[in-house]
């Protein structure tokens, strides 16, 4: 396994992201095509930056990525690549919206590879991730457009399943991914969800 982890840290490294994770999107992205040209991208969990990075190439100059981290980010976007905004702050508190509202109003696309620090026990770990990837997803709620996608990570525990039931009561399609560059003992896993279907406030369950 050490290997496989060996060449994910070198390509990223010889193609200039700043970490490994940058593949686990790529692979989502050749098989699903989440991002498109043109596209509006917010990235929950940013830092180091490379998600955000990735986006913005795909994206182009007339898109745009919004990176929100705890940790300030801040690596340049590329040459015929969209504009990278990059917030540091907590995704839990209130104020974030309206600071993500000052650059663009709703995204197509909501992306996080947030993850909790570990404890070491692993219930603990899981309920720490299912309540960081419920706060992506009422942001999503909030700031993702009709029509629009959605990913997340999420550790898997006894509660998973009734949050990818929830995904799919707001999603059209959803398909729980486990990427090749992923730690094979690791149990992350990424939910995506295509073709939000926004409703009115306060007609969720």
Known sequence: MRKVNDFYSKKAKKENFPARSVYKLEEAQKKYKIIRRGDSVLDLGCYPGSWSLFASEIVGPKGVVVGVDLK????SSRPESGPIHW???DITKPELVTQVRKIRPAFRVLVSDLAPGTSGNRWVDAQRSLELVNTTLSLAEILLLNGGH????V????????FVK???GRFSMVKVIKPKSSRVESREVFVL????????AGLRE
Do not use: L, R, W
């Not at 969800?193 to 009115?200: D, P, T």
């Open 72 to 75: 300030q980010a801040d690596c």
């Open 87 to 89: 917030i540091c702050q």
């Open 150 to 153: 959605y990913m997340c990570k």
């Open 155 to 162: 550790f898997q525990g006894e509660d998973f399943p009734a």
């Open 166 to 168: 929830k995904i799919k």
């Open 193 to 200: 969800g295509m073709k939000y279907k926004k409703v009115a």
